[in-house]
């Protein structure tokens, strides 16, 4: 088993009640480098008051396909449907390869999500996003932009993502595949730029024998191996990752 250093992020939080509560609990036992706070959900009041005493750092984790923006629905209307909700996972996916996604108002709903975070005291130190939205154009760009103007050190790169195990490097090629087709043949700069450490991108059991320094990204409500309660199986999980 390797010993190299690992850092450890978790993803959604200020999703809902459980992810918080998960999160909360790798932090308290200090097995948390990073964080990534979503924004537009009523649960991220719950955790709106301690982000700015967290002693790791913050990420904002762009949300664009679940729950309702920030912004009015009027001001986006590329981005929700007729009932003033983010569209779906894989209908925003569509929308991205149709050339249906407004760049402008993608950057009008990351700014307002940005400036939430702030308004709680957050310290924003990187960019990701919810089910990988920025893999896309023309989200990639948007955030990239959005990134600077802001000086906004890091932005997850799909450069740096590490795959072991067969499923991880399916779901790869997909997302490959669908974002060139988005990018009119050519990949997004989220895939061509480096812009954060590699990170993982794999199931817990292909983790702990990776060689070499990675951040290992997990999402505390989504079912990983789950032996028990989430808690449990994240602590459990959370073994194996030697923090840097």
Avoid at 46 to 70: C, M, Q, R, W, Y
Avoid at 174 to 189: H, N, T
Avoid at 203 to 219: I, K, N, P
Wanted: charge should be positive.
């Amino acid at each position: 088993m390797s010993t190299t250093p690992k850092h450890a992020h978790a993803d959604d939080y200020g999703l809902n009640t459980s992810v918080n509560n998960a999160v909360a609990l790798l932090q308290k036992n200090k097995q948390l480098d990073s964080v990534s706070v979503v924004t537009n959900f009523a649960s991220f009041k719950e955790i709106s008051k301690d982000i700015a005493a967290l002693p790791i750092d913050v990420f904002l984790h762009v949300n664009l396909t679940e729950g309702t923006p920030i912004s009015p629905a009027q001001k986006i209307p590329s981005l929700v449907d007729n009932n003033g909700l983010f569209f779906n996972q894989l209908t925003f996916i569509w929308r991205c390869i149709m050339g249906k996604i407004n760049a402008d108002e993608v950057y009008v709903e990351v700014k307002n999500q940005y400036d939430r975070a702030l308004q709680s005291g957050a310290r924003i130190v990187g960019l990701d996003s919810h089910q990988h939205v920025h893999a896309f154009q023309p989200v990639a760009k948007v955030m990239y932009d959005f990134a600077a103007a802001h000086n906004i050190a890091y932005v997850r790169s799909y450069k740096q993502v590490c795959t072991k195990g067969l499923s991880a490097r399916c779901i790869k090629i997909v997302y490959v595949f669908l974002a060139r087709l988005s990018g009119r043949g050519r990949l997004p700069i989220s895939w061509r730029k480096k812009s954060w450490k590699n990170y993982m991108m794999a199931t817990w059991q292909d983790t702990r024998f990776y060689e070499g320094s990675v951040t290992v990204v997990t999402h505390p409500g989504t079912n990983y191996d789950r032996q028990g309660s989430i808690i449990t199986s994240l602590l459990r999980h959370y073994k194996h990752v030697a923090k840097k």
